[in-house]
């Protein structure tokens, strides 16, 4: 498992999380290490960050003002927690989502980090609360929460543990706009946190439309992607609301009647079946078959989508 340090950034995992990190924070200028129990994994990750970077160069789509060999020679492995901690100011955790494991870690790096460092994790579901318990600089402890791939989905949730203290969610803040991702602050941990709630209700729908018979899969998915998603790429559900109407007034007192209507003949949360799993999967792999080759040629060609996307949302920005 990975860490990644910020002047220096330390990364906990070879994954894809723990890779695009380390980019991200390389592309802004930041002295990266990163830190694993096997050496192997780090010699993998720094093989697979070097390919990656050279590819996004040749593409145009390398992020920051640096060239790919000057950001890569920001990147080193450290074999030794202590070395690569010294002298960081961010410390992001990217270790898989097991709660013994990450307050293990956190633990370890709790008793030699000293109080201006922060502690950030990339978990996706674990509560701050949870996770931080205990910790004597809790007041410096964050969870960052990226959306994979964080090197094409710029979105940041920042979540505090109830005693983070305020100028380590405003330091996130800052270090996450200047690497070019998009912060965001949950005011208050919930589980879930915001993205994955928002997540969860949309695929809980999904599921009990297919499951019930009204739509297939395959249209299913055309509503999101030829549909809501092509107007949620560039304002979120609120402002739809305000643009569909005279502003949110005047769409509230339109419409949330048969909103609440219709809400009222959504069922309970799905058992996600294996019935209707088969059948969602059936009809998925008629356009992509669940083989290793076809599932990574397919996410290459999402991550293609997503890095043309952002690049027209660049274009488009209102002044």
């Not at 690497?179 to 994955?196: D, S, T, Y």
Request: proline share 6%.
């Amino acid at each position: 498992y990975f860490v990644t340090c910020i002047e220096c950034v330390m990364i906990k995992s070879g994954g894809v999380i723990g890779r695009s990190w380390a980019m991200l924070f390389a592309s802004g200028g930041f002295q990266v290490k990163l830190y694993d129990i096997e050496q192997q994994q780090i010699r993998n990750a720094l093989e697979n960050i070097r390919k990656e970077m050279k590819l996004l160069e040749q593409a145009g789509a390398l992020k920051g003002s640096l060239s790919a060999e000057e950001q890569l020679s920001l990147i080193s492995g450290c074999p030794n927690i202590q070395e690569a901690v010294e002298g960081a100011m961010h410390i992001q955790e990217c270790v898989p989502e097991d709660l013994e494991l990450k307050k293990k870690i956190f633990a370890q790096l709790d008793s030699i980090v000293d109080d201006r460092v922060i502690l950030s994790s990339s978990t996706s579901c674990l509560m701050p609360s949870k996770l931080f318990a205990g910790l004597v600089h809790v007041k410096q402890c964050i969870v960052a929460h990226p959306v994979n791939p964080p090197y094409y989905i710029p979105l940041v949730e920042l979540v505090p543990h109830p005693e983070t203290a305020p100028t380590t969610v405003d330091r996130t803040h800052a270090l996450m706009k200047k690497i070019g991702q998009c912060p965001m602050r949950v005011q208050k941990e919930v589980a879930g946190f915001v993205l994955n709630r928002l997540q969860y209700a949309i695929i809980s729908e999904a599921w009990r439309l297919v499951e019930e018979g009204i739509v297939s899969p395959s249209d299913l998915d055309l509503v999101m992607s030829e549909g809501l998603g092509m107007r949620y790429a560039f304002i979120g559900p609120l402002e739809t609301m305000h643009l569909n109407a005279e502003g949110m007034l005047s769409y509230c007192d339109r419409y949330s009647e048969g909103m609440k209507h219709v809400l009222k003949t959504f069922g309970p949360i799905p058992e996600f079946s294996r019935a209707t799993a088969e059948k969602v999967n059936q009809d998925m792999c008629v356009k992509v078959p669940d083989d290793p080759e076809h599932l990574a040629a397919r996410r290459q060609w999402r991550d293609e989508c997503l890095m043309r996307l952002a690049k027209l949302k660049s274009q488009v920005q209102p002044q």
